[in-house]
Every structure is written in structure tokens, then in C-alpha cells.
């Protein structure tokens, strides 16, 4: 059924047809209207999940912890601060090995205070073991949200993902959605069924201590699971374009990229952006592809590596800056082509920060720069005014 | 080659619905078989302060995800914001101007380029919903002046989006709004 909705309703409407069994969430500011209609679901007896309004994302997570290790499938929706303070316990949901799935709706940290779209909440929750997967538009998030319970409740995989979706340009944004049918999510995504879950029955200890003679090996076979979470995430996208007709088969997706000579390397809604620049230039000749990364964790090394077999160059856009280096998805990019033989030129830029619009204008006149050799190596921020600090 | 993608900006202020009006302008363009985007000004939402809603409807997929800054139509559901907002920034040299007011455009003191027409969507508001609430009135003159959308179309979507006798006359006040700038 295809309809023009908002993109924080097609979530919402996503999640129904998932039906978790435990929603738990803070449901004021710094909140979409993610919860807000779900909640409404439940009001109107359409959606038979326990939603628990929680006194802080702390608490919202913690929620869905308790709830996840009994074997509920759970749902919460956060955004910038409120990622921000659930950060410790994203740490015991991945440890625990719990299939919670999130959507970010991506937006800046404080301070200066900004309500506004950037990624850095996102990024910054990088190396907390949650399987990040980005959408470039609503359609996209509304899938990724189905596809990504069935990565994470997948038993070789058990870690709990993030989808990641632009604030306000994806979650206040309205574009035709091709929205999910019960049946056929039903028919998708198998009931939840753990193997190993809390009940009086059997009782067991999730997240006990693990002196240094054990831990090693928690976190060794984590990396394990993500590295398996490549692999599903691939399978699943296969079945998910099988039987809906849409969507990606790989960790990446790539653009104009079988005779490009530079690539341009994107994640979220900035792919968009990123393709009508791409666009512009070739019609110009000059020969430049997209690489968007669906999946930033587990990263996509190996398809990477690949797309960028042939080129001279690449190029980073990214909304999130690592201070005191650079953009946190350049240093990864870097890493994938540094054994490289003919490594090609790299060139980052953050663009977009705490809501700053990103015209495909802005992304052409950088591209040509880093090819005309306007600008060494490196990373840059890309839109930014000439301004002083007072340091006295 | 690029789609041709028109694009409209709504101004209006907090509280009149400008939103709705780029929503249900999206719905309607999508019925009419069209690829539409509907989005608000993302900033802290204020009753009473300006705003700006925009809409893009194009026959092929839409991926541009920027704001607008040249806008084909402009949409003023607010006659006191002409001069306060900017209202008639970067609008194309051919573009159009439909502003709510009891003037004339050529009484309308302004310096907005382009096509400017009027309806006073204010009027026909009290008349209809007895309250002076226009976004409904503002779509219907605009598909009546642009051509661009069905207005069996907008009146669906405005129902779908309001339902009952609230519906009923809104989609009324639409169709009034869309002869009256049409035979104007």
C-alpha cells in the first residue's frame, strides 16, 4: 500500500506490523513522533505491545533490557541527547547479546544547544557493539526497521541494531512510502524465539562479572558476531528484495560507479544530495560514482575496498567530526585502503552540522576542487565561515 | 537529465496549518499519479511566529533532500508576513505569488517578482468554516491558479486528512477558493 506519510509515521507503522511485545520510551524532547503515534496504536487497541513510558532514555533502555532478556521483543526511538544518555547501557544490551532495535533519529549533541540534523549522535555510540545501519530516505528507514529484527534476532548475530535516519529531512518529511502489509511482515520475520532467555523456570545470570581471566573472550566473540552480522545482514537483504521487490543486497550501495575515476562516499539522507551533484558533474565528464554505506557497523571493509578498486580518488561527506582528528567514517574509509597497491587520494569533508543545509551545489563545488588539486589530502569541514576564537 | 520538479514554498504562521497544507498538497499530487515531498521549515515551532512549509512534485522520483531556494509558487496564507518574512525571496522570475488577502495585487503594495494573484481566503474562511483558519481555502486557489493538481484530488486528501463534517467543508472551502481564483 503505497501512501504519502510522514516519515516518522511510516516508522511507527513499520513497528505495528513488527508487533514487539515491550515499547519503552521518554516521551518528551528529544522525541519523534515515532512513540507518539505508536502510543496511539495502543490507545486504539490496534497494536497489543506493553508501552512503558519511561523517566529518562536511561530508564527507556534499561526498560527494554530487563524486557529483551526475558525473551520480549522490544522497540524504543531516540534522538541527540537521548542516545547520548543511554550510552552506558547500549554497552549492557550489546554485551547481554540482546536484539533490541532502535531508530535514531539522527541529530546534533549539544552544546552550543541545537535541536537540528547531524549524525554525531550516532557516530559517537560507534564502538558500543549496536549494528548501525543508515537510511537515505523514508522508504528505506520503514525497511531497514523490519530487516533489521531479523538480523539481530538472528542466533548467530544477537546484538541489537540502530536505524539511523536523518532528523527532520527523514522524520518530518513527507514522501509516497510503500507501507508493510501484516501478512507479508509476518510471513518475513519469524516469531522471536530465543534459546536462552530469563524465566523462573531455569533461572541464569545475564551480564554477571567476568574477571580478566573471561572477559577477553566476551568481547573476542562479540567481534566474532558482527563479523557474522555481515553475512546475514547480506542474506537478509537478498530475501527482503525477493519478496518485496526493493531495496539493497549488500552492505553498500553503489552509484555510477563501474567507470567512475573518483568516488564519493556517503551515508543517510546526504546520499541523495550526493547523487544530484554526482549528476551535475558527469554531465560535465567527470567520471564520479557514489558509494553509500548502509551498514557503518559491522563495516562494509571488504565491499569497499572493492568499489574503490579503479579509482584515482575518494571523497568523505560526512555529518560528524571525531574532534582532535577527523571525520570518524574517513579514518575508516582510510583503514580499508591502506593495503592497497595504488592507494588513491583521500579527501574528507564534514558538511551539514546542527542542521545546516546541504545543497548539491556546496557538494559539486568541493568535488571539484579536490580534483582540480585546490586541496591537499585530508579532511576539511566543508561549509564553514571565516570566525575567530576570543582567547582572552 | 534531470526531472522537472516544481517546488512551493508556504508562508504562514504558527498555527495555520501551513504543514497540513504542504501535506495535503503532497497526498493530492500523489493521487494524481505525481511523486510529491512535503516537508516544514525545521525550527522550533512557535503559534504565532512565522513559518515556512514547502512542497516538490515532479512525474519522477524525488531524491533531492535539500531546502528550496528557488521556489516556482510561493504561498502566502498570511497578508500581515509580506512584509516581515521575505516572502517573495528567490522565487523564479516566472514564478507565482497566490497571497490571502482582500486586495487586489495591484493595490497589494509589494515587491514580489513574478505572477502575483489574490483571494481572500480570510472571507471565504469565516463564511464556510466560521473561523478564520485558510491552509484549505490556499491549496484549493492554488491548484486553481497553477493547474498542477486535480481539485477532486485535493478534496480527497483533505478529507482523508479531516474527517466528518470538518472534512466536508473544508474540502467545500477548497473548491470555493479554486473557482473563485480561477475566474478571477
Known amino acids: 500500500m503505497k501512501k504519502v506519510v510522514e516519515g516518522s509515521v511510516a516508522i511507527a507503522h513499520a513497528v505495528k506490523t513488527i508487533r514487539p511485545d515491550v515499547i519503552a520510551a521518554y516521551p518528551i524532547t528529544p522525541q519523534t513522533h515515532i512513540v507518539e503515534r505508536l502510543s496511539e496504536y495502543i490507545a486504539d487497541g490496534e497494536l497489543k505491545s506493553e508501552y512503558v513510558r519511561a523517566d529518562s532514555e536511561f530508564s527507556a533502555i534499561s526498560i527494554l533490557v530487563g524486557a529483551s532478556a526475558t525473551g520480549a521483543r522490544t522497540f524504543t526511538s531516540t534522538s541527540s541527547q537521548g542516545l547520548a544518555l543511554m550510552h552506558e547501557v547500549l554497552f549492557n544490551a550489546s554485551g547481554m547479546r540482546l536484539p533490541i532495535v532502535m531508530v535514531v533519529a539522527n541529530r546534533a549533541l549539544s552544546a552550543p544547544l541545537n535541536i537540528w540534523n547531524d549524525q554525531q549522535d550516532s557516530i559517537s555510540q560507534r564502538d558500543s557493539g549496536w549494528i548501525q545501519l543508515y537510511a537515505e530516505d523514508i522508504q528505506e528507514a520503514h525497511d531497514l526497521t523490519l530487516q533489521a529484527y531479523k538480523i539481530s534476532e538472528d542466533i548467530e548475530v544477537r546484538l541489537p541494531s540502530m536505524v539511523c535516519m536523518d532528523g527532520f529531512i527523514l522524520t518530518h518529511a513527507y514522501e509516497p512510502v510503500d507501507l508493510f502489509e501484516d501478512e507479508e511482515v509476518q510471513k518475513f520475520l519469524p516469531p522471536y524465539d530465543p534459546k536462552v532467555y530469563l524465566t523462573t523456570e531455569d533461572p541464569l545470570t545475564f551480564g554477571a562479572l567476568a574477571t580478566p581471566e573471561y572477559y577477553t573472550e566476551f568481547r573476542y566473540v562479540m567481534q566474532q558476531a558482527m563479523e557474522r552480522a555481515k553475512k546475514k545482514i547480506r542474506k537478509v537483504f537478498t530475501e527482503f528484495k525477493e519478496m518485496f521487490n526493493r531495496g539493497e543486497e549488500s552492505l553498500i550501495s553503489l552509484y555510477k560507479m563501474e567507470d567512475a575515476d573518483i568516488a564519493i562516499i556517503t551515508l543517510g539522507s546526504l546520499t541523495s544530495t550526493v547523487r544530484e551533484a554526482v549528476d551535475r558533474l558527469r554531465d560535465k565528464g567527470i567520471k564520479a560514482g557514489v558509494v553509500k554505506i548502509i551498514s557503518y557497523r559491522p563495516f562494509p571493509e571488504e565491499e569497499i575496498r572493492k568499489s574503490l578498486d579503479k579509482v584515482n580518488s575518494f571523497i568523505v561527506f560526512e555529518k560528524d567530526i571525531s574532534l582532535g582528528h577527523e571525520g570518524a567514517v574517513f579514518t575508516d574509509v582510510k583503514s580499508v585502503v591502506y593495503h592497497m597497491k595504488d592507494r588513491p587520494s583521500a579527501f574528507g569533508f564534514a558538511v551539514g552540522l546542527g542542521g545546516r543545509d546541504v545543497r548539491e551545489s556546496t557538494i559539486e563545488k568541493l568535488i571539484v576542487e579536490c580534483i582540480e588539486g585546490r586541496k591537499k589530502e585530508g579532511f576539511y569541514f566543508g561549509d564553514v565561515k571565516r570566525v575567530k576564537e576570543i582567547l582572552k | ?184
Open chain 2, 1 to 184: 537529465m534531470s526531472a522537472l520538479i516544481i517546488e512551493v514554498r508556504i508562508h504562514g504562521r504558527g498555527g495555520q496549518g501551513s504543514v497540513t497544507a504542504a501535506e495535503m498538497l503532497a497526498v493530492a499530487a500523489f493521487k494524481d499519479g505525481m511523486y510529491s515531498q512535503a516537508f516544514p521549515s525545521f525550527g522550533v515551532e512557535r503559534r504565532g511566529a512565522p513559518v515556512r512549509a514547502f512542497l516538490r512534485i515532479s512525474d519522477r522520483k524525488i531524491t533531492l533532500k535539500s531546502q528550496i531556494y528557488e521556489p516556482d509558487y510561493i504561498i502566502v496564507q498570511d497578508p500581515t508576513l509580506i512584509h516581515i518574512d521575505n516572502v517573495g525571496e528567490g522565487l523564479k522570475k516566472d514564478g507565482m505569488a497566490i497571497i490571502n488577502s482582500d486586495k487586489s495585487p495591484e493595490d497589494l503594495e509589494t515587491d514580489i517578482g513574478g505572477i502575483v494573484r489574490t483571494i481572500d481566503a480570510t472571507r471565504l474562511a469565516i463564511e464556510i468554516l466560521g473561523r478564520p483558519i485558510t491552509n484549505t481555502a490556499m491549496i484549493g486557489a492554488f491548484v486553481g491558479a497553477s493547474g498542477l493538481i486535480s481539485i477532486d484530488a485535493v478534496k480527497e486528501a483533505i478529507k482523508e486528512r479531516f474527517s466528518g463534517e470538518m472534512g466536508e467543508k473544508n474540502a467545500r472551502l477548497a473548491e470555493v477558493a479554486f473557482e473563485k481564483i480561477k475566474v478571477a
